[in-house]
């Protein structure tokens, strides 16, 4: 039986996927965590979407936090998720979808550096869906920040 090339280790993820990435940006825009978006370079040819979270949902500590999202004509994608403390230091962790060396296609950048990576599964790949699990794991991120 021959490999799936979608779930390949080898080659490239792909140009820019604009119309998922247009779609992402109106679900982001309707969310109360989210202050604003922004595509760079620019709505028309756009290779990443950055959405700003409200700091002012976090404790005082965290002073900005944003998702930088891209997503793929292949399917690949990532959500780097970035939260700035105080004292300049960072929290961070990645949702990925890409031919790489270190993990299976689909794998999780753990926090708080992003640089550990584990296999990750997800139940599905629909942008929506990789969407809404992102969103999940941040407000518990947030939660937890609040609890500690």
């Not at 002073?63 to 004292?87: C, K, L, M, P």
């Not at 962790?93 to 999780?108: K, S, Y």
């Not at 790949?125 to 947030?142: F, K, M, Q």
């Amino acid at each position: 039986m021959e490999p799936d090339p979608a779930d390949s280790n080898a080659g490239s993820p792909g140009p820019p996927d604009r119309q998922t990435l247009q779609l992402l940006d109106r679900h982001l825009r309707t969310e109360t965590l989210i202050m604003e978006t922004e595509f760079d370079p620019d709505t028309y040819e756009p290779r990443l979407l950055h959405a700003l979270l409200d700091a002012g949902q976090y404790p005082e500590t965290v002073v900005a936090a944003r998702i930088d999202i891209r997503w793929f004509t292949t399917g690949d994608f990532s959500f780097h998720y970035i939260e700035t403390n105080q004292d300049n230091s960072r929290w961070e962790c990645r949702w990925d979808r890409h031919p790489n060396p270190h993990n299976a296609r689909l794998h999780f950048h753990q926090p708080p550096t992003a640089v550990e990576a584990t296999d990750l599964s997800l139940s599905s790949r629909h942008p929506l869906d990789v969407y809404s699990t992102v969103l999940d794991a941040i407000e518990g991120r947030i939660k937890s920040l609040w609890e500690n």
